[in-house]
């Protein structure tokens, strides 16, 4: 049986659907990139207006927080968060609400988290009398650029003044169906780090191999010896990746360049081994560049850290969620080596970073995020705000 807190909020998000998919659609209409987002910041302090929430404050630029007071508002206080940027893609989706901005899309669903939050504190913000506590909202920028926009709206102290005790985030998922959430307590995401090597040697012609110093075979010797780093030198009990995406040697066919480009990403959940493999990988490459007569300049340019949801916090908001939607729609996850900035809130404080479901094979909706055809069934933004404006309530009881 529901408890008349979570009746009240789902019929909140009910008469809210409208808006808050209409608040979505304009979003995914007009989308802008990573620390960029001016229009979109401002969308959204005159939507937080519109529900009268007057405690706004501008942050990171194209970031705000927001307060929403309940009774006795200083006992306790969590944050919930959403990102604002978009990705340079180029949509394909034909629907009415299809970027107007070309080659910028809402390929990640920052538009999904931040018409939910923007639901959330229209739900919360009526039912304000019903809690104690205060709920900061955070509307972050540029979640999908270094050195995220996390980082910078901690350092411009978004999380100060009031300093919540707990950070929630939603993030949609494309593998689960709608209708349900997933949840992962400890090691969630990876760190991520990107890589760029030049290998340097001496061009020239491909026929007289023997008067040149040829970067190509360098470039992959290299790039085949450094999976060693992950495959013999990582403990097997510490998730590991090594991917180079990216390999440029300006040549010909009968071309040999005079150096060749790699560009790759590295990943792992542990701290330590992240710094051992760092330089594990310069020297190895260095030394092999050195040994066969060219040169290797190696940068490591160290992103966002691993991830890990408090446990406390994580097992009570999936219990929220069984609550909310029914112990049948709220799934466990696996470890997932992908990067989110949301990594650094919960470095500081105690997070819970949990999973939306928006797939729906019947319509089509099936597409990965950071895809030009990625889509949500839009039932999932109602549960969404709900949801998480359960979770706050539930948090703030305790």
């Not at 639901?119 to 913000?125: E, H, K, V």
Request: with cysteine; hydrophobic share 40%; charged share 20%.
């Amino acid at each position: 049986m529901n408890s008349p807190i979570i009746d009240s909020i789902k019929q909140l998000a009910t008469q809210n659907t409208a808006q808050i998919i209409a608040n979505r659609q304009y979003l995914h209409a007009n989308p802008e990139l990573s620390f960029e987002e001016y229009k979109t910041c401002k969308f959204v302090e005159t939507e937080l207006k519109k529900i009268g929430i007057t405690k706004i404050e501008h942050k990171a630029n194209t970031g705000l927080v927001a307060l929403i007071e309940g009774k006795n508002a200083s006992k306790k206080v969590i944050a919930l968060r959403a990102d604002l940027d978009a990705l340079p893609i180029f949509e394909q989706n034909n629907v009415a609400y299809k970027s107007k901005n070309e080659g910028v899309m809402h390929a990640c669903g920052h538009d999904v988290h931040t018409a939910s939050l923007l639901g959330a504190a229209q739900i919360l913000f009526t039912l304000k009398n019903e809690f104690e506590g205060t709920i900061k909202l955070v509307f972050q920028p540029g979640e999908e650029k270094l050195p995220g926009g996390a980082s910078i709206m901690i350092a411009d102290k978004a999380l100060e003044n009031p300093t919540p005790e707990a950070i929630y985030g939603q993030h949609v998922m494309p593998l689960i169906p709608v209708g349900k959430v997933g949840f992962k307590s400890g090691l969630y995401m990876a760190s991520s780090d990107e890589l760029f090597i030049k290998v340097t040697g001496k061009g020239g012609h491909g026929a007289m191999p023997h008067l040149n110093i040829d970067p190509v075979v360098i470039a992959a010797q290299i790039i085949v010896a450094l999976q060693q780093i992950v495959s013999r030198m990582a403990s097997p009990i510490i998730p590991s990746v090594l991917s180079f995406g990216k390999v440029i040697a300006n040549g010909a066919t009968n071309v040999i360049p005079n150096e060749v480009h790699i560009e790759g990403t590295f990943r792992t959940l542990d701290e330590t081994w992240r710094t051992e493999a760092h330089e594990k990988m310069i020297k190895m490459a260095t030394l092999m560049a050195e040994s066969m007569g060219g040169k290797c300049e190696f940068e490591v340019r160290k992103g966002y850290p691993f991830l890990k949801n408090n446990e406390l916090l994580t097992d009570k908001a999936k219990q929220a969620a069984i609550a909310y939607l029914g112990a049948e729609n709220v799934v466990d996850l696996d470890t997932w080596m992908a990067a989110e900035d949301f990594a650094y809130y919960s470095q500081i404080m105690p997070a819970c970073f949990y999973r939306l479901g928006t797939r729906n094979e019947e319509k089509g909706i099936v597409s990965s995020v950071h895809t030009p055809t990625f889509d949500i069934d839009e039932n999932a933004l109602a549960i969404g705000a709900g949801l998480m404006a359960y979770i706050a309530i539930s948090n703030l009881a305790e």
